[in-house]
């Protein structure tokens, strides 16, 4: 069954409920969760299948995917309102258990490629269809884990395995250009045995035609985004990385988006 297609509408909807629940638990990484949100919405709602595994190695977008899953039908309204909670089933970063698909606990970076690496190879070991999707930020593309797992999944070519580099140019402490420059990083990973494809992570269309399956090869999809996507505040900020958002600032957004038509950025 081919899945209807993710309306543009829909990601603007997702945007403010991003919003609006890091503003109630008053907690930041707002500017990380909305550079990536637009691909793990496509993935969710488009792309992903039973037979499919999603690793989100950027565990501190664990806000964007909550949204995604709650946008899905899969967590309730309700749990939402207990993001970053004692107790809750929704922390800061993605637990490894009880929710939906998640099978690792994520966020210490550079761990994620490593574990989608071993879901991939193990697939195809037990001869089992569907592809392993993992999302890393670019500022992990620093950590040696992250290099060695590539180096790995090319060497095991590993077509099965898609690895989406959420490219904001920022990470905690800088832009990735000023703190350990791998620029361009879609040329320097294509020096590895993988196939480098680039696309605007704001554009759904684009992004659609750069994820379809590898051909003998993982595939690296360099998915060129904008920190704080959709807030023009925030927008290609450092601070929002760790900074939550004022009030003033998340009502600025919901209108601006509003009076856009809710199309803000994204194209179908
Ligand atoms: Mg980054």
């Excluded at 592809?131 to 930020?137: A, D, E």
């Excluded at 904008?226 to 919901?254: C, F, N, W």
Aim: proline fraction near 4%; hydrophobic fraction near 45%; glycine fraction near 14%.
């Amino acid at each position: 069954m081919v899945a209807p297609a993710l309306a543009p509408g829909l990601l603007t909807l997702a945007r403010w409920r991003l919003l609006a629940m890091h503003r109630e638990a008053g907690v930041g990484h707002v500017g990380g969760n909305l550079s990536a949100l637009d691909a793990m919405m496509l993935l969710h709602h488009e792309m992903l299948t039973g037979r499919d595994r999603f690793v989100l190695s950027k565990g501190h977008a664990a806000g964007a995917l909550y949204v995604t899953l709650w946008s899905r039908g899969l967590i309730t309204e309700a749990e939402l309102a207990t993001f970053h909670a004692d107790g809750t089933r929704l922390p800061g970063h993605p637990p490894a258990r009880g929710l939906p698909g998640s099978r690792f606990g994520t966020g210490s970076l550079g761990h994620g490629l490593p574990l989608a690496g071993g879901l991939a190879l193990a697939a195809r070991l037990q001869g089992r269809d569907g592809r392993v999707f993992c999302l890393t930020s670019d500022g992990e593309w620093q950590e040696g884990s992250t290099l060695e797992a590539l180096v790995f999944c090319a060497h095991r070519r590993l077509a099965n395995l898609t690895i989406l580099i959420d490219h904001n140019r920022l990470q905690g402490f800088g832009t990735t250009a000023e703190v350990a420059s791998l620029d361009p990083i879609g040329r320097v990973l294509s020096g590895f045995d993988v196939e480098v494809r680039e696309a605007d992570g704001h554009d759904l269309a684009d992004m659609r035609r750069v994820l379809t399956p590898g051909t003998g090869r993982p595939v690296v999809v360099v998915l060129h985004t904008v920190k704080g996507h959709g807030v023009p505040a925030i927008e290609g900020r450092l601070d929002s990385h760790y900074l939550p958002l004022t009030e003033e600032q998340v009502r600025e957004a919901m209108l601006g988006s509003a009076m856009l038509g809710g199309a803000t950025g994204e194209t179908a």
